[in-house]
Every structure is written in C-alpha cells, then in structure tokens.
C-alpha cells in the first residue's frame, strides 16, 4: 500500500505546476488524411501534432499562413475549428531486439495479437544518413542461397541491391529465400557456439501489398523457423496512403537500431514503386507542384535519402551494417520507366527478372545480362570466387550463340561444346523457391560444373543428379563439405578429395 | 478556389502597402479593399481573397484572449498588458473573457501561443499522467 501511495505522490509531484506554454493551431480543412491548419506558428518540419483523442499528425508543409499535415490514424473525428498543438517531438519509432519475430505497424503497434512490445527505445523515422568518414567499403557477403545470385551476383553486407521486375516474377520469393538462408545460418552459428559469427537480422517492409500476401509470408517465414530473426512491418493495401508513404522509414529506422550497435541487419522494402505512388498521392492532396507522371519533383530524394541510409560502418563506428534489398515491379519490362530509372541510378546493381524466363522454367528467372552487383564481388568469399568466375561468361558465351542451337549439326565442335556447356550451367542455376543452398553445397556445385564434370551428364538429366550430389555431399561426405564451409576456399588437396568424391558419385549415379 | 503565385505575390504585395510601423493600418485595409473591388483588376476576388487571409493572420497574431475563471482587477490587467506588449510588441488587441469551466486561474492566447496556468490544464495534465 506504501508503494502505491509513493507512486501516486511522484506522479502527482511529476506534474507541472507551473504555466505551461503550447503552441496551438486550428484545423481548416480536412480531408482525405490531410488537414490544413492555421496558426501553429512555431511548428517544425516532420514535427508530429496532437490532434487529441491521441490521433496524431505529421507537419509536412510549412507555408507562410497554414501547415499541411499528414494524420495517422482514423481522421474521421476531426473537425474544422478543431485546436491542434505541437508536440515538440519528431515521428519516432520503438526499436530493439524486442521487436524480432513480430509483425508490427508503421507506428511500432504490434498487429500480431502477442501482446505489447519491450522496445529499447525509439529512433526516429527519418534521420540523416551516416557520412562518409563513417563508413567502409562492403567486405562481407550476405549469402542469399540462391546459387545464381550467390556466384555472379554476389552481395555484400551494406549494399544497396535492387530486385527490379514485372508482376509474377519471384521477386518477393528472392527476399525470403535471403531471410530464410540468414535464419538458417544464424542458427547454425548458435547451435556451434560460434561466437565469431555475426548474425543478420531481417526487416521486411510491407507496401501497399495485398493483406493475404502479407499473411502468406509470414506464414512462410514461421514455418521455415525464419521469424525469430525477422520483424515485419506491414503497411497494406487497405492502410492509409499516409501509412504507406511512412513504412519504409520506419522499417529502415528499425533496421539503424542494429547498425548502430554493431549488429547487421537486412531490410527489404517490398515496394518502391507502391511507395511512390502512395507519396505521390499525399503530395497532390497537400497540393504541392506535380512533375513528370505526376510525382512530385522531390521523388528521387524520396528514395535517395531513404537507401543512403544503408551502409557498413567502419570499426570506430561499431562496425554494423544495413543492407537495403528494393524491390520495383516494372510494367511490361520497361525499365527506362520514371521510379525504375531512379532506384536502379541510386542502388549499387541490380538482380533483373524476366516474366519469359520465368514460363521457360527456368526459375529464378534472373536475366544474367542486365543483373549487375557493382560491390559485391568484393565481398564474395573466396571458394566462390574461384568456381564461379568463368560461370558468368561461359553463360554469357551460352546466351550468345544460343541462337544458332537450333542449326546445331552446323556448328564446330568448340562452338557446340560451349553450348552444351552453358544449357548445363542454367540447368544449375534452376532452385525452387524456399530451398536456399547453403554455400559449400554451391561451391562444390560449381566446381563440378567449372571441372566439366557434368558434360557426359544428359541435359534433361542434369537437376536430377544435382539433387542426387547434393544428397551425397550432406549425406557422406560431411566433414569434405565442413571443410569447404571452414576453409572458405579451394586449395588443392581439397578439390583432389572433391573430385575423388564426385567420381565416387558418379560411379554410383544411374 | 486555387490560388495562383502570381495572385499571391499580388496580395502580398496590397498586404505590404497597408502597414504602417511594422503594423497594419485599418484605414488603409479599407482603403485598399475598395480600391481593388472599384478597378476591378486580372483575379481580383482570388486577391482579396488572400488579402483577407493574411490581414486575419495578421490580426490573430496580434489579438490577446484572456481567459480567466473570474475576470482579473485592471491592475493585473495593465500589469499583464504591459507584460506581453514587452514580449510580443507592440500593437496588441486585448480581449477578456469569462470562462467558469477552467475552475481557476487564467488562460492566455496571443497568436498561436498559449500560457495556461488554470486549474483545468492542471487536472487534465494530470488525468493524462495517470
């Protein structure tokens, strides 16, 4: 009883007794989640507003007799001559650790019904990028699984990778094969006791997306054991374009928490074009001057500001990283489109996917020639490097005299083996989705392929035996691949035992 | 009805001829505003228009409402006149009103500022608090 006494007493004490000074406006118009407001005369850009009944508002426009304001939340009870006042503060957002495994709104609100969140404190939404005495050059990988990506678009840790594709291309299918391979490693790493192992976290930043999309991936992510290193955070289809607009900073402010404290993380922002469309929306209702398509002229900025705040820290600063994976989904395959154009000018490469790739079979349906990673090869270990340098042009080689496949009895033999060779090499690369490969598995893969050990294979025979190898290497040769795995290269005696064990295989294979 | 820059930069510029000091001389808003409706001028209606908004700001940012649970002596009133001219200059149009529903205390506005010290902000405060 004493104990609640005292708390009443230092509540009572805490209050202020003294005149309180608050700067206060009136609402003028309101109306599709945007309010103007007159007065307010001391109010801050991106300042959040007390609109009362504990809806709040963010100032976006500060004009010479009203500010323009975005409302989050239901704006259906606000009225005109309503009073609004200044807060004082800048839209924050909880972040922590404590928000890993749970599906949160753009504010922070848990929307997966498990209960409040224990944050470690609040970052806000948008914040200056670290500059460049902060920062060094990527120089470890973030292993994808996806053994196209992993061998000739590799990515590093702080990179800034665009998925760019039209609709029902395996876009999204590439970020949770990322997460699920992360969470599979991380939890390699615990189960090991390795503590040299730094882990990557993951934050997924739903946008504009379908409510039933949403709920797919996150029952994708439970079953793959994948939640516990990952946060979602949802702004859909149904939410406010104000929401939507908010979301990828939010998520991006999230993903800062763990950079800042040494830690890696991977944001993946799915996806920007929603995003412009729903920034374009808020900015013609607060009326400001429309460009090309109608987006405002500070769209670029939009995003440049947003994917500047990926990095790798430097080892004063902690040596913490956030790696940014974009998505845009194109129309038609046009990438010289206006939002296209932008992100692919500001991230550091880009994994294109095809929609006729991807009703070939061949899956993911990455387009070799226009993908590019313009860091991530220096991150690449060096296992991967060795077996998966000549893939890329052997495969370029391939896509280049395919055209001429079909006159094949017309063809040299040299010709004709380069495209045998290469029908192999996309054989290879083909991976269900949900099945990341984990790097030792694909570089012994490669090696096979790189060694023209799969030549005398039948092409139509190729996945077959791939399964059947990569069965083999788990099954019985699990201290060759540990190895692998541990010495993250191919010295000599090690691809000796490689290809005794291959042999060993393919004796075997039927 | 949409404003354009040029109709602003216009009022803005009636807006500027009718202060006087630093302050906004009401003989020649009037004047103005007969003015403009007489010539008839290119957006006349859009330029009142945004004449009257910033002759209202103007005049907002220069209107002090009291609020007081019991209406102050003149002594406190002149002290607390004297008071805000020094801070917010001068030029200030004061206006008393009662208000019983603040318990106590006084509430003052002068532009977009408020100073609350009534007994009302106190509770409310508190009531958050809990």
Not at chain 1, 337 to 344: E, K, L
Not at chain 2, 24 to 42: G, P, W, Y
Request: proline fraction near 4%.
């Amino acid at each position: 009883m004493s104990t609640l006494l005292q708390d009443i007493e230092s509540q009572i004490s805490g209050v202020k007794t003294s005149v309180t000074k608050q700067n206060v406006g009136v609402v003028r118009e309101i109306g599709d989640g945007v309010a103007k407001i007159e007065g307010l005369s001391d109010v801050m850009m991106n300042e959040m507003i007390d609109f009362g009944h504990g809806t709040m508002g963010l100032a976006l426009n500060l004009e010479e007799t009203e500010v323009g304001a975005i409302v989050m939340g239901d704006y259906l009870h606000i009225k005109e001559g309503q009073e609004v006042r200044t807060t004082g503060r800048l839209l924050q957002v909880p972040v922590g650790k404590g928000l890993l495994g749970r599906v949160v709104s753009v504010l922070g609100d848990p929307l997966d019904g498990k209960g409040p969140i224990a944050n470690s404190g609040f970052y806000p939404v948008e914040k200056i990028a670290p500059g460049i005495i902060k920062r060094r050059s990527v120089s470890q990988p973030v292993q994808t699984g996806i053994m196209a990506v992993d061998a000739m678009i590799p990515i590093g840790r702080g990179q800034r990778e665009l998925i760019i594709g039209d609709r029902s291309t395996g876009k999204t299918t590439i970020c949770l094969d990322t997460i699920i391979n992360q969470a599979r490693i991380n939890r390699a790493a615990e189960a090991a006791g390795d503590k040299d192992y730094r882990p990557l976290y993951c934050i997924y930043v739903a946008i504009g997306q379908k409510q039933s999309n949403l709920a797919r991936v996150i029952k994708v992510l439970e079953e793959q054991g994948a939640m516990p290193y990952s946060i979602i955070v949802a702004a859909c289809a149904s939410d406010s374009a104000t929401s939507q607009y908010l979301a990828p900073f939010a998520g991006c402010a999230m993903g800062e928490w763990f950079m800042d404290n040494g830690m890696d993380a991977l944001i993946i922002y799915d996806d920007l074009s929603k995003h412009a469309q729903a920034y374009r929306q808020v900015s013609l209702i607060l009326k400001r001057p429309s460009g090309r398509e109608a987006y405002p002229g500070d769209v670029f900025y939009l995003h440049s500001r947003l994917l500047e705040r990926a990095a790798r820290l430097n080892e004063k600063s902690g040596n913490g990283s956030l790696t940014a994976l974009p998505i845009i989904e194109t129309q038609m395959g046009d990438v010289s489109a206006y939002i296209p154009t932008n992100v692919i000018s500001i991230t550091d490469g880009q994994i294109f996917l095809e929609t006729d790739l991807f009703y070939q079979g061949i899956r993911p349906a990455i387009n070799v020639g226009i993908s590019v990673s313009r860091v991530g090869s220096a991150a690449q270990v060096k296992a991967m490097k060795q077996v998966a340098g000549r893939i890329k042009l052997e495969l370029a080689q391939f896509r280049e005299l395919a055209a001429f496949a079909q006159f094949g009895s017309d063809l040299d033999a040299q010709t004709q083996a380069k495209i045998e060779r290469g029908k192999r090499i996309v054989e290879i690369f083909k991976q269900p989705q949900y099945n990341p490969v984990p790097l030792e598995i694909q570089a012994a893969i490669l090696w096979t392929v790189q060694n023209g050990l799969f030549d005398d294979v039948p092409v139509e025979k190729v996945k077959d035996c791939q399964n059947k190898m990569t069965d083999f290497f788990t099954s019985r040769k699990t201290p060759l691949m540990a190895r692998i795995a541990k010495e993250k290269a191919i010295s000599e005696p090690l691809a000796a035992d490689l290809k005794a064990a291959i042999t060993e295989f393919k004796a075997s294979y039927k | 009805m949409k404003i354009s820059k040029l109709t602003r930069r216009s009022a803005k510029g009636l807006f500027r001829s009718c202060l006087a000091n630093g302050a906004l001389d009401e003989a020649r808003v009037r004047q103005t505003v007969t003015t403009v409706l007489a010539q008839k001028l290119r957006h006349y209606l859009a330029i009142l228009e945004y004449f009257q908004r910033l002759v209202r700001w103007d005049l907002q940012r220069r209107t002090v409402r009291v609020d007081a649970a019991i209406l102050p002596q003149p002594g406190l009133q002149r002290d607390m006149e004297q008071n805000l001219s020094r801070r917010y200059g001068a030029g200030l149009q004061f206006s008393y009103q009662q208000n019983s529903a603040l318990i106590g205390g006084l509430r003052i506005q002068v532009g977009s500022d408020v100073f609350d010290g009534s007994i009302r902000a106190r509770l409310t405060a508190l009531q958050q608090r809990f």
